[in-house]
């Protein structure tokens, strides 16, 4: 599996930072149906020993490490993390990750 990080998000990762990429699942249970859904963040080198207790798997990138949760997820051979603008909200967001 390849990591590839968009010129935009390395910017944005540069001037925040920031050098790693944590991907997170977050989850609400209803009564009737359960919701599941990916969120990734930019997260520091604190946050990563954290995450490492909590049995994130550390994989190194050229760019710095990405933490995957303890979950089963679906991972393509290739992973793009993109940086998305909606007016003034920044968020990250991949091609290649599956619930």
């Known amino acids: 599996m390849e ?4 010129p935009q998000l390395l910017e944005y990762m540069r001037r925040k930072g920031k050098r790693h990429i ?36 550390a ?7 990405v933490m995957l949760p303890p979950y ?3 991972y393509d051979e290739t992973v793009t ?3 998305k603008k909606v007016l003034f909200f920044t968020s990250v967001t991949t091609d290649g990750i599956r619930l």
Not at 27 to 55: C, G, M, N, P, Q
Not at 59 to 65: A, C, F, I, K, S
């Open 72 to 74: 089963h997820l679906e």
């Open 81 to 83: 993390f993109r940086l």
């Open 22 to 57: 944590s991907v997170e699942v977050a989850t609400a249970d209803h009564s009737d149906f359960d919701v599941a859904e990916l969120y990734y963040r930019l997260i520091d080198d604190k946050t990563v020993e954290f995450l490492k207790k909590k049995r994130y798997r």
């Open 3 to 6: 990591f590839f990080y968009t």
């Open 59 to 65: 994989v190194g990138t050229e760019h710095g490490l």
